[in-house]
């Protein structure tokens, strides 16, 4: 059982996540100082200072409350069987946490650049390894590792690159969890060769 978020409003250290992650997406992290995140919130920067010394902490905190189901996620996973459910399992929950940390992403889709050079960018690149690790056999052939890489990336796509597309978000947030799914099932049974 994983634990339960808690709400957003009223918690100082999380306002300032919010308001900063809303700054960093609209213009940009390097473009964004403490100062501009204090006056947003109506603080001073001492009182900033008081729950985040850098930008990058703020960053940091934000990466790691959002991204926490992935490492229950990944943790659980090592303990479940290798079965096609457990796969299937991962990846719907998978989605789910993606979901909840839909702004995040968005921010570093935005700020590529600026994420590679942080801590996160080598962070995010393990636990996509991990995961990948938990949803392909440990012999997989390159071409059943390729579909297990892509079934991840299917759900990085569903919630960025369909964004412009019409429809509802939940309704896309399906549809690249139907194909992940399709991915990893043809992976794990590949059937005869061709």
């Known amino acids: 059982m ?3 978020p808690q ?3 009223g918690n100082t250290r999380q306002r300032i996540q919010d308001v900063a992650l809303d700054l960093f997406a609209e213009q940009g992290y390097e473009k964004t100082s403490l100062r501009e995140i204090a006056e947003q919130l109506g603080v001073t920067k001492a009182a900033l200072y008081y729950h985040f010394k850098t930008k990058e902490d703020i960053l940091n905190s934000i ?5 926490r189901p992935v ?3 990944i943790a659980w996973g090592k303990e479940q069987p290798r079965t096609l459910e457990t796969k299937r399992e991962i990846l719907v929950r998978y989605s789910k946490a993606l979901s909840v940390a839909a702004p995040l992403f968005r921010f570093m889709q935005e700020n590529q650049a600026t994420v590679r050079d ?11 390894i991990a995961l990948v690790d938990l949803i392909k056999e440990p012999d997989a052939p390159l071409t059943d590792q390729v579909r297990c890489f892509t079934a991840l990336f299917a759900m ?3 919630m960025l ?5 019409e429809g509802d978000p939940e309704e896309k947030r399906k549809a690249a969890l139907e194909v992940a799914v399709e991915l990893v099932t043809r992976a794990h049974d590949p059937g005869p060769a061709a």
Not at 63 to 67: A, I, R
Not at 161 to 165: H, K
């Open 2 to 4: 994983g634990s339960t």
């Open 7 to 9: 709400p957003r409003r």
């Open 63 to 67: 990466f790691e409350d959002l991204n």
């Open 71 to 73: 490492e229950e996620l």
């Open 118 to 128: 942080l801590s996160i960018g080598h962070t995010i690149k393990h636990r996509v």
């Open 156 to 158: 990085h796509a569903g």
């Open 161 to 165: 690159a369909l964004r412009d597309v």
